[in-house]
């Protein structure tokens, strides 16, 4: 018997979809507004734009950046509790996980001259990425059936 399965979107779905969508979009975003900046006196965002938010330099993101942490946060959460969640969603969060980490983890050792003195806020952010990376992988564990079960 051959039976074929049909994936209801919910809104959830299409929310977490939006969510990803948005997020992934900032995040490259900033990435290039700040590969810009190194060249350049400042990156091709405005300058009216807040570059440090919360009064935070060190962290050496923007607004646009802690947004896409947020966001990536919010679209895992949305479809929490769905056994069956979108592709791009899992897809978006896994990529979206490792560029935060590998970008940060680059520009500490660009600024830093090497990983051996990385300051506690780019660690943050390196743990954070890696973070929004593992969820996005539980997604697929979740998705293919292969939940590991305590028993």
């Known amino acids: 018997m051959i039976s074929t399965q049909i ?3 919910t809104s959830k779905h299409q929310i977490s979809k939006l969510f990803a969508i948005v997020a992934m979009t900032l995040l490259l975003i900033h990435i290039a507004d700040a590969y810009i900046a190194l060249t350049t006196t400042h990156g091709f965002l405005p300058m009216t734009i ?3 938010p919360f009064g935070i330099s060190t962290f050496g993101i923007s607004t646009f950046g802690i947004s896409s942490i947020l966001l990536f946060f ?3 959460g949305m ?4 056994k ?3 592709t791009l969603t899992t897809a978006l969060l896994i990529a979206g996980g490792a560029l935060i980490a590998c ?6 050792a660009i600024d830093y001259g090497g990983l ?3 300051s506690l ?4 952010l390196i743990v954070l990425g890696y973070v929004i990376m593992g969820l996005g992988i539980l997604k697929v564990f979740r998705q293919d059936g292969i939940w590991f079960r305590v028993h």
């Open 7 to 9: 994936q209801i979107m």
């Open 50 to 52: 807040d570059k440090k």
């Open 74 to 76: 919010t679209a895992f």
């Open 79 to 82: 479809g929490i509790r769905e």
């Open 84 to 86: 069956k969640t979108t």
């Open 103 to 108: 970008t940060v983890l680059g520009k500490s």
């Open 116 to 118: 051996a003195r990385i």
């Open 121 to 124: 806020s780019f660690l943050i």
